[in-house]
């Protein structure tokens, strides 16, 4: 018996579901899906990548999150100029008075 299609959109939703509580995007580490008997957010991840189950190839639970949810995907980070570095941590100094260190704490301003 095939596993049933799925959509985005229905993805998203169950995706929506459980951010609320662990307040964290589902990743395909974190188990069952809630609210769909035998899923698993592995097994969606796995259709998503291989483009199974009606879904589109070569994408993944934090490609679809980060493209549609503005989630932080971390494969996908922006890349860092020392241009952008040397602006953090003159902006660090200017709020601080001291240079930034590996011990800087606070947030940088994007």
């Known amino acids: 018996m095939d596993p049933p299609r ?3 959109n229905q993805i998203l939703a169950w995706s929506d579901a459980h951010k609320e509580y662990p307040a964290k995007w589902p990743t395909c580490d974190s188990g069952p ?3 769909a008997a035998g899923e698993t957010w592995r097994n969606i991840d796995f259709a998503l990548y291989k483009g199974l189950r009606g879904l589109p190839r070569r994408s993944s639970l934090a490609k679809l999150h980060a493209e549609r949810r503005k989630a932080r995907n971390r494969t996908s980070l922006p890349r860092l100029t020392e241009t952008q570095i040397r602006q953090w941590t003159q902006e660090h100094r200017r709020r601080t008075g001291k240079w ?3 011990r800087s ?3 940088i301003a994007w």
Do not use: A, P
């Open 6 to 8: 799925l959509t985005k």
């Open 33 to 35: 899906v809630q609210g």
């Open 100 to 102: 930034s260190t590996i």
């Open 105 to 107: 704490r606070g947030s």
